[in-house]
């Protein structure tokens, strides 16, 4: 069906509310408007979908929520009936623009198929939403949440039965469910009053909030740390949700000098102060530093709207403010947990990503640790612990990690936490700061105890579908056409996760890559720098991740810039 088709049969359709068709109406003599809203239907992936906001099957609005929600209750009804209606499914929202609209259709949806749904009174983290999941006893979860994308976007993420985002079989199984749901005519819907009087729709808060806050508080590793009370902490939720959780925690476990920035500690959607409120940006410290100043404090942490990501600042032994990145606040925590943590599993296992740093394999061995590798997304962390609960695999979780700011300590969720992350960086900064060090100095004794490596990325934006188009080409040339040598350096190993093979042309060997399917192509040289290629999940982008490593800094960051530099001229 033509772009120009849709956008008719949405202008014309009964089920399109008459203030969204006044939406449409407005762009009807913008061409190239109409195709990108209506080229396709917004795509729901294995984790869930994510978009701009807007009016149109390739925008995210309460129409195409509907119609994923239809798609998930037809997928729960049909792998166990009794289950879905009796275990229902547990709804958080963040402080994103439409996200309370969205989480009550979803709801609706849910209610009109017979499925009981558990709907947060108001916003509530992502981490939180997990935990939720299991704690109910429900068979599915969904959070409404857009996590770090920019302010015109929104998202919507679905989970099991185990707290973490929906894995394979039941991952592919949702989205062709999705997929099925063809006219607006199959999608069910009630209204809030009868869901309630039928007892299908329940609100919920408080209750989960207080078990949630005693079981993070079980992750304390060190309670009683010299001067803890007089530590001095700047905090920020980036205008999200993580203020009242962060700040309650903190406060319990004893730091009682935590300052919150108060231009960004209401909630609001529009971002602001910021705009685009990402912890991985150094921008969204500019308030937090200048309170730091103001108040003596050496670190600051932020959170992004959905309080799942967490980024820190901390002054240098020159006093000048740095942004370690999700690599180096990683290594910091596994370097903490395995130092200090009382008995820590002789067949404990850190989990991390096929993009995370290679730095972790070294850190972790000098602590007699395995480290477990993952394809990027935190929901193949969370399955990783579901797969040792249940002895599907041998080991017991300790932390896992992404290089993009995701951390998880402890198995109340399954999904990163940047709820219980702040409390042990918290923990960790003060126990540090009472021996004399700091967070700064205990990440360069790392690098000069265990060699210097530094990680890059380059991620290029390709909006519309022209840039879909573009990566797709980017991703089979590199395929058709892998570099034998970057930066004189030979290619020796080639994993291809998409073919799940993994080539090493030194060894001259072959062997199947034991991880799922997925669009990312990793090249690792004869000098152990990594280069991998792959497509952004939640955004328009495709990104390249870069990891290298040499014997002083002024080297690595040198030899960073030189591989970077070699492979995007070679993409050229």
Same mark, same amino acid.
């Given at each position: ?8 049969? *949405? ?133 409404v949440t857009a996590s770090h994308n920019p ?8 989970? *099991? ?53 005693? $079981? ?34 903190? !406060? ?51 959170? !992004? ?21 999700g690599n180096q606040v990683g290594l910091l ?18 989990? $991390? $990503? ?39 695999? !041998? ?100 994993? !291809? ?31 152990? $720098? ?43």
């Amino acid at each position: 069906m033509g772009f120009i088709k849709k956008y008719e049969e *949405w202008l014309n359709s009964s089920f399109i509310d008459d203030i969204d068709k006044k939406e449409l109406e407005s762009i009807k003599d913008n061409k190239k408007e109409i195709e990108e809203r209506f080229y396709t239907d917004l795509a729901f992936g294995t984790g869930g979908m994510r978009g701009i906001r807007g009016i149109g099957t390739n925008r995210m609005n309460k129409y195409m929520i509907r119609k994923a929600t239809q798609g998930l209750a037809n997928y729960m009804l049909s792998v166990n009936e009794k289950e879905a209606k009796e275990k229902g499914v547990v709804i958080a929202y963040d402080c994103r623009i439409g996200s309370v609209e969205y989480s009550l259709n979803a709801a609706l949806v849910l209610a009109a198929n017979g499925i009981k749904s558990y709907l947060f009174e108001s916003l509530r983290s992502t981490p939180e939403l997990s935990f939720a999941v299991r704690e109910l006893g429900t068979q599915a979860g969904i959070v409404v949440t857009a996590s770090h994308n920019p302010v015109e976007y929104n998202g919507y993420k679905v989970y *099991w039965n185990d707290g973490a985002q929906i894995v394979e079989p039941h991952a592919s199984g949702v989205v062709e469910a999705v997929k099925n749901v063809k006219d607006f005519g199959e999608i069910k819907l009630i209204s809030e009053k009868e869901a309630k009087e039928k007892g299908l729709l329940v609100i919920v808060g408080k209750e989960l909030d207080d078990k949630y806050i005693e $079981t993070i508080k079980k992750e304390v590793i060190n309670m009683d740390i010299p001067g803890k009370e007089e530590f001095k902490i700047v905090y920020s939720p980036l205008h999200g949700t993580g203020r009242r959780p962060v700040q309650r925690i903190l !406060d319990e476990v004893g730091f009682k000098n935590v300052y919150t920035v108060k231009e960004q500690e209401e909630p609001d959607g529009t971002f602001p102060t910021v705009g685009y409120a990402n912890p991985e940006d150094p921008a969204v410290f500019k308030l937090g530093i200048k309170l730091a100043e103001e108040k003596g404090a050496e670190i600051v942490m932020a959170n !992004d709207p959905d309080a799942d990501r967490i980024g820190i600042a901390v002054k240098d032994e020159n006093g000048k403010w740095i942004y370690p990145n999700g690599n180096q606040v990683g290594l910091l925590l596994v370097e903490y947990i395995l130092a200090n943590r009382k008995n820590i599993p002789t067949n404990g296992k850190i989990i $991390t $990503t096929v993009v995370s740093t290679p730095m972790v394999d070294v850190v972790a061995k000098a602590h007699n640790i395995e480290v477990m590798k993952t394809l990027t997304g935190f929901k193949f962390i969370g399955e990783k612990i579901r797969q040792f609960e249940t002895k599907e695999l !041998d080991g017991e979780y300790i932390f896992g990690f992404e290089e993009s700011y995701g951390y998880l300590i402890g198995t109340h969720a399954r999904d990163k936490d940047a709820v219980v992350t702040t409390m042990i960086i918290a923990e960790m900064a003060a126990f540090y700061a009472a021996k004399g060090s700091s967070i700064a100095k205990e990440l360069k004794k790392l690098y000069e105890k265990f060699g210097w490596y530094k990680e890059g990325i380059k991620a290029i934006t390709m909006s519309g579908k022209e840039g879909a188009e573009k990566i797709t080409s980017i991703m089979t040339k590199l395929r058709e056409n892998t570099p034998t040598e970057i930066n004189g350096k030979k290619v020796v190993i080639l994993r !291809d996760f998409d073919k799940q093979i993994e080539i090493n042309k030194k060894e001259k060997t072959e062997k199947a890559l034991e991880l799922p399917k997925s669009n990312v192509l990793q090249l690792v040289l004869e000098d152990n $720098t990594y280069i991998t290629a792959r497509p952004s999940g939640t955004e328009p982008k495709i990104k390249y991740y870069f990891g290298v490593n040499a014997a002083s800094e002024e080297e690595v960051n040198k030899k960073m810039e030189k591989v970077m530099n070699s492979f995007l001229e070679l993409l050229d």
